[in-house]
């Protein structure tokens, strides 16, 4: 009995050191025991590298017209998260015929106008004395291709966005800039939260 459990042990550890696994890299690739080393697998380290790109809506990850941008955070003195979408921009003749449209002083002098349309979704809003929640087309920024913040103008806007609203409200409006004729910068919210308003 002693004799079988010893050739049963020794046959185990010879089948258990024939054995050898061939770790997968993430590629998918396999790593082959190299012919002329002495050990029976040969071990490559791969150099890693970690990226992090920036949050979307930041300023190098600007978001696009049309997606939904997430804003939450601590705001004076409430807990504050609303979902944003800036879409449908029209600039040139179009955008000049109805900020004409407006009032006939609305005047593009040597830019042009972009205009778009803003929806907000007030998801949360805990103020401490319960006040009211405000945002205007007021708190909004142009900043230009090149990252200038560019003058704001005044515009006579019919539908102006503005949000003076509690939790649970629904808002949209107008946002009107004026901007560099054929610029393609950026609309900016609270200096944090951009937008790319071309490809």
């Not at 150099?47 to 804003?71: D, E």
């Not at 979704?121 to 090149?146: G, I």
Request: charged share 25%; glycine share 6%; proline share 6%.
């Amino acid at each position: 009995m002693k004799k079988l459990c010893a050739i049963l042990f020794l046959a185990t550890v010879l089948l258990l050191s024939a054995c050898v696994s061939f770790p997968v890299l993430p590629s998918g690739l396999k790593i082959s025991p190299s012919k002329e080393e002495s050990s029976p697998l040969a071990t490559t380290v791969l150099p890693t590298t970690t990226t992090t790109s920036p949050a979307l809506g930041a300023r190098r990850n600007p978001t696009p017209l049309g997606v939904i941008q997430t804003v939450s955070g601590h705001y004076g003195n409430g807990d504050l998260s609303f979902d944003i979408m800036l879409s449908n921009p029209i600039r040139g003749d179009e955008a000049l015929e109805l900020a004409k449209t407006w009032n006939m002083f609305n005047s593009p002098g040597d830019g042009e106008f972009l205009i778009v349309d803003a929806e907000l979704f007030l998801e949360k809003w805990e103020h401490k004395n319960d006040k009211r929640f405000y945002l205007s087309d007021w708190d909004f920024d142009y900043f230009t291709e090149d990252y200038n913040r560019y003058v704001r103008a005044i515009i006579v806007v019919n539908g102006a966005f503005r949000v003076d609203a509690y939790e649970g409200a629904t808002v949209k409006g107008k946002l009107a800039f004026l901007i560099p004729k054929d610029d393609n910068g950026y609309i900016v919210l609270y200096d944090k939260f951009w937008w790319k308003i071309a490809e």
